[in-house]
């Protein structure tokens, strides 16, 4: 049974950077697109960003592109968020999710489509 565990979260001043770091165990790392999303207080699970399983392809939501950065180590087994540029509505909980499509050179977007999830990490941003 595969498991994500989500670190790195934190408390940062607006304008400060954060890197998330994903662990995942169980499963065949190098056959999962891995995705980051996000939830703050009250609103709906977003997509942040995904990433392909060579990590050549890589997807970002429209309002991160540039401050935000996903990458991929297949040998540690980990995905990691490069946040930069933080402002307080990046304030949120922030999950890391697999999803098996071993062969394919494509990201995912969807939440929907995400076969595990991890527990998430809490970003605070203060303005």
């Known amino acids: 049974q595969g498991q994500l565990v989500e670190s790195g979260g934190g408390l940062v001043q607006a304008g400060g950077s954060l890197r998330l770091s994903c662990a995942a165990s169980g499963l065949t790392f190098s056959r999962y697109i891995m995705g980051w999303f996000r939830q703050a207080p009250g609103k709906e699970r977003e997509f942040v960003a995904a990433?392909?399983?060579?990590?050549?392809?890589?997807d970002y939501a429209d309002s991160l592109k540039g401050r935000f950065t996903i990458s991929r180590d297949n040998a540690k087994t980990t995905v990691s968020l490069q946040m930069n540029s933080l402002k307080p509505e990046d304030t949120a909980v922030y999950y890391c999710?697999?999803?098996?499509?071993?062969?394919?050179?494509?990201?995912?977007?969807?939440?929907?489509?995400?076969?595990?999830w991890g527990q998430g990490t809490q970003v605070t941003v203060s303005s």
């Open positions: 990433i392909s399983l060579s990590g050549l392809i890589t």
């Open positions: 999710a697999a999803r098996y499509r071993p062969g394919t050179f494509i990201t995912s977007t969807n939440r929907e489509h995400y076969d595990y």
